[in-house]
């Protein structure tokens, strides 16, 4: 399987489906001497470990599949792999590390102008101010809304929906939930297809117990 189709299963957060081609990109690779491709490949390894709870393998996996990909001389997607980075560190209850990591990613993006990930990385980084053991709250709801924004802007609609289950999640958790349903229905009725998404499923599940919630 090819690069792509591992980033498409991973943009999807289907841990299994992402496993599997990271796995095949990293036998393929190496067997025809591709050392930038094996490289990315353990870094979306590294990913699905780090999500199937096996956090202390899958952090290292992908830092070193961030150095070799930077050691080949390629610029781009270094805030996407950071940004996967960063998600294995708050699964190992790193969020320190973590937001280092973002705080480099979003250095990149200001560098380079390379944006496409850039909701997805304040969004991250909401996530993990929230897993400190004294969480931001109010910062991590600035990061979500500000998430919120930038994928508005890119009319990127799959960051939206993500950015905007977060925010939903935590004004349900403060007992905002018709807040949460009012932001979060409108989104999930645009789709029209992709049902079988984890993004989706999980807007469903919020919807369902938000509606319920004054």
Do not use: N
């Amino acid at each position: 399987m090819g690069i792509y189709a591992t980033m498409l299963a991973q943009f999807r957060r289907d841990v299994a489906v992402t496993r599997a081609h990271a796995e095949a990109l990293v036998t393929a690779a190496a067997t025809h001497g591709f050392g930038y491709r094996a490289a990315q490949g353990r870094l979306f390894l590294g990913w699905t470990l780090a999500l199937q709870g096996e956090a202390a393998a899958g952090v290292p996996l992908i830092a070193q599949g961030l150095a070799a990909h930077e050691a080949a001389g390629l610029k781009t997607f270094r805030p996407y792999g950071l940004a996967l980075l960063a998600e294995a560190y708050g699964q190992a209850g790193q969020c320190e590390a973590g937001l280092e990591a973002l705080a480099e990613a979003l250095t990149q993006v200001d560098a380079t102008e390379e944006r496409s990930w850039e909701a997805e990385l304040h969004r991250l980084k909401g996530v993990l101010l929230l897993q400190r053991p004294h969480p931001d709250v109010s910062q991590a709801e600035a990061c979500f809304q500000h998430a919120l924004d930038v994928a508005r802007s890119q009319q990127a609609k799959a960051l939206e929906l993500r950015a905007a289950l977060s925010l939903s999640r935590l004004w349900q958790q403060q007992g905002q939930g018709a807040a949460a349903h009012a932001l979060l229905a409108p989104l999930y009725g645009w789709f029209t297809e992709g049902f079988d998404t984890v993004d989706l499923q999980d807007a469903k599940a919020l919807l369902e117990v938000s509606s319920l919630t004054p």
